[in-house]
T-cell receptor, first 109, second 114 residues
């Protein structure tokens, strides 16, 4: 069945550091891929998405590229800020949305 | 603000009881999805409704049920509650009838079963 494997956290970085959160997926079809972010005490917000191979999703300095050959959708940001501290979820959608376990990111000043 | 509303925000109840969680989708969205987020199980898809009809079921217990009304709001009913049902329950809405489109999440209902 469809599934998402996501880098386990927690991840702690200093402000302005480079961020990578790994995500790989297993799917029988051609899913859409998403990154959602959950700030403390809030619901999930869509961060970015890609709907087909080689698409790059980007938002707020974050980006991820849909790599069919490696079944990956790694999240990157060149310079993190304290305000990026949150839990990040990778997800795939074929008929339904399947989430990874989430990666907690803490950015320290 | 995603435009999806959920009530109540918090709910505390006892084992064996029954509760109803309510979700109003974004204006124009026909799909409502329910999810459970717990520490040990992560974020799990429960059920999907599109324009009043059930479209897909995930890991939803038989003690749980849901429905979507003509005005498109949805309710998730949890009965014979157990301690392990304590979790955050999210609903999300979307425009399409398949899960591929972007889903917009509400703020969640935090359920505590004592």
């Amino acid at each position: 069945g469809d599934s998402v494997t996501q880098m386990e956290g927690p991840v702690t970085l200093s402000e302005e550091a480079f961020l990578t959160i790994n995500c790989t997926y297993t799917a029988t079809g051609y899913p859409s891929l998403f990154w959602y972010v959950q700030y403390p005490g809030e619901g999930l917000q869509l961060l970015l998405k890609a709907t087909k191979a080689d698409d790059k999703g980007s938002n707020k300095g974050f980006e991820a590229t849909y790599r069919k050959e490696t079944t990956s959708f790694h999240l990157e940001k060149g310079s993190v800020q304290v305000s990026d501290s949150a839990v990040y979820f990778c997800a795939l959608s074929d008929n339904n949305l399947f989430f990874g376990t989430g990666t907690r990111l803490t950015v320290i000043p | 603000d995603s435009g999806v509303t959920q009530t109540p925000k918090h709910l505390i109840t006892a084992t064996g009881q029954r509760v109803t969680l309510r979700c109003s989708p974004r204006s124009g969205d026909l799909s409502v999805y329910w999810y459970q987020q717990s520490l040990d199980q992560g974020l799990q898809f429960l059920i999907h409704y599109y324009n009043g009809e059930e479209r897909a079921k995930g890991n939803i217990l038989e003690r749980f049920s849901a429905q979507q009304f003509p005005d498109l709001h949805s309710e998730l009913n949890l009965s014979s509650l157990e301690l392990g049902d304590s979790a955050l329950y999210f609903c999300a809405s979307g425009t399409g009838d398949r899960g591929r489109e972007t889903q917009y999440f509400g703020p969640g209902t935090r359920l505590l079963v004592l």
